[in-house]
């Protein structure tokens, strides 16, 4: 079907065109000198010491985990309530991925009470995600992993300038990951980046984006090098120009996007706020933040889906975040028992949010879900 209102669309003019065939024309498509900048100015704008652009963030998790030596034997903990690379990336190390549960209906990040309880002497890691860019308890979960000597990992991919304390989420703790896919809120296609907060991790996932390679094929061209080592069993994990030249634009616009997904999300709250059948989460959250999605969890779950139906019927698309990952054929055993992501997977409905949507459009996205409600079949 063809929505009036989309759930995202792509914040993409005539700077992305212009940056594209700048690339183009400069003779150099891989990574580069436009990769190298784009890594400068993310770690500028995250105050962080280090960034890596990488293919995508499923790379950046995958990278995250063989940084932190994690292999078989090992458990990672991670929320369910997430897309499935989350999870994916510590099987593919061999490790066992555990989950853990939200914290609530009305807070759908992972509860660091649940984490403790998870914890066992094979747990390596904990992976947090930042649902839709809200912080999780950062404070809680580094404590818990002080106490356990775990590292942190941030999956950061709704999380772009996000703040937690005044400090930018994907920094909180031992690495970040962002993802730039297309519905993201920086979006090029495929692509993603890593930060770090200790050099020694940013040397190896360096070393591992590339083959393990001890030159890049542009320090070579360029003369800077003349041969290579090959050190560690890395990957094809690079970030090209072309891309990193969009990024670098879509970083120009990401406050203004962001200032306006903010004042969406006042509207969205503003006209919500009364609507019974429905919560919203994170609705008391005054922080700054990203704002990837604008999630709702019907109270009926069992009305979720006609409730879908009804919107789209209005030519406005909805969409799933996420169906659960433990639920998953590959991920289904052992059985995890996690009942508030189980109710906020089979409650929430994602309504639409991009950057140049207008309050226009999240009066009539309100409108549709409030006649939805009244119409639907129960
Ligand atoms: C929470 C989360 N983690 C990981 C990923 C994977 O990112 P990518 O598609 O860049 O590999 C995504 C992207 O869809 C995501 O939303």
Known sequence: MDYDIPLFALNYGPEEEE????????????TGPRTAELEKTFAAMLGSPYALAVSNCTAALHIAMMVLGIGPGDEVIVPSLTFVATANCVRYVGA???????????????????????????TKAVIVMHYGGFPCDMDTISEIAKKHNLAVVEDACHAPLSEHAGRKLGTLGDMGCFSFFSNKNISTGEGGIMVFNKQEHYDRARLLRSHGMTTLSYDRAKGHAVSYDVVALGHNYRMDDLRSALALV?????????????????????????????????????????????????????????????????????????????????????????????????????????????????????????????????
């Open 19 to 30: 940056a594209a065939l700048a690339a183009i024309r400069s003779r150099w498509l891989s």
């Open 96 to 122: 066992t991925p555990v989950f853990g549960d939200v914290i609530s209906s009305s807070n759908l990040n992972i509860d660091p009470r649940h984490i403790e309880t998870l914890i066992t002497p094979r």
């Open 250 to 378: 879509q970083l120009t616009k990401l406050p203004a996007d962001l200032e306006n997904r903010a004042v969406l999300r006042a509207t969205y709250l503003d006209q919500l706020r009364d609507v019974e059948e429905i919560i919203i989460p994170f609705a008391g959250h005054d922080g700054f933040v990203s704002n990837y999605i604008f999630p709702i969890l019907v109270r009926d779950s069992a009305r979720r889906d006609s409730i879908r139906d009804g919107i789209h019927s209005r030519r406005i698309q909805t969409s799933v975040h996420y169906p659960a990952v433990h639920r998953f054929s590959i991920h289904r055993e052992p059985p995890a028992i996690l009942p508030n992501t189980e109710l906020a997977t089979d409650s929430e409905i994602t309504l639409p949010m991009f950057g140049s949507m207008t309050t226009e459009q999240v009066g009539r996205v309100c409108e549709a879900l409030k006649q939805s409600l009244c119409t639907q079949e129960k």
